[in-house]
T-cell receptor, first 113, second 113 residues
Framework: NAGVTQTPKFQVLKTGQSMTLQCAQDMNHEYMSWYRQDPGMGLRLIHYSVGAGITDQGEVPNGYNVSRSTTEDFPLRLLSAAPSQTSVYFC????????????FGQGTRLTVV | GQQLNQSPQSMFIQEGEDVSMNCTSSSIFNTWLWYKQDPGEGPVLLIALYKAGELTSNGRLTAQFGITRKDSFLNISASIPSDVGIYFCAGPKGSGNTGKLIFGQGTTLQVKP
């Protein structure tokens, strides 16, 4: 099993550029989430999805967009990159109701210059 | 709102020593999760706790779900160099099970051989 796969692993963007961070899972998990990790702040929830076609905002959604057209994929779009979005981004997936544990991808390290 | 506070923020110990860290919250949690993040990787689940007072072990790791449901503890016995990393506590964000997690700020562990 590949688990949760994120691409790319590294990315440098110029301010104002847009891009999509890809996330795919092969565990048939209903729940998927995006987090960002900044030094000393743990992981903060950006957006999440409880199933195909259903998404909602997390703690820090501004500047990001998501969609969930399939169970497997949950891409994160940066609409107009800003230096404040320099961070490490993690995608996670979880089983259906009854389980809380989330499984994480390896992360995408994004630098906005 | 919900918040998790971890302490200590960082630890530098000698190989073979035991380690203790904790996580506290101002609100009640029904589940406590402990993750470890190796440098350059995503968080990996170590232990999940579901019941107040529960004590669960995973090899040299032992975690406890506090009786008040507002805290949790993680102990590592006889530390080894590969224990190096960041340890996060986490719990379900909000009510219900939507796969959303809230994380503590992390405890960074360094082990001197």
């Amino acid at each position: 099993n590949a688990g949760v796969t994120q691409t790319p692993k590294f990315q440098v963007l110029k301010t104002g550029q847009s891009m999509t961070l890809q996330c795919a899972q092969d565990m048939n998990h209903e729940y998927m989430s995006w987090y960002r990790q900044d030094p000393g702040m743990g992981l903060r929830l950006i957006h999440y999805s409880v199933g195909a076609g259903i998404t909602d905002q997390g703690e820090v959604p501004n500047g990001y967009n998501v969609s969930r057209s399939t169970t497997e994929d949950f891409p994160l779009r940066l609409l107009s990159a800003a230096p404040s979005q320099t961070s490490v981004y993690f995608c996670a997936s979880s089983y259906s109701p009854g389980f809380t544990e989330a499984f994480f991808g390896q992360g995408t390290r994004l630098t906005v210059v | 709102g919900q918040q998790l506070n971890q302490s200590p923020q960082s630890m530098f110990i000698q190989e073979g020593e035991d380690v203790s860290m904790n996580c506290t919250s101002s609100s009640i949690f029904n589940t406590w999760l402990w993750y470890k993040q190796d440098p350059g990787e995503g968080p990996v689940l170590l232990i999940a706790l579901y019941k107040a007072g529960e004590l669960t072990s995973n090899g040299r790791l032992t975690a406890q779900f506090g009786i008040t449901r507002k805290d949790s503890f993680l102990n590592i016995s006889a530390s080894i160099p590969s224990d190096v990393g960041i340890y996060f506590c986490a719990g379900p964000k909000g009510s219900g099970n939507t796969g959303k997690l809230i994380f503590g700020q992390g405890t960074t562990l360094q082990v001197k051989p």
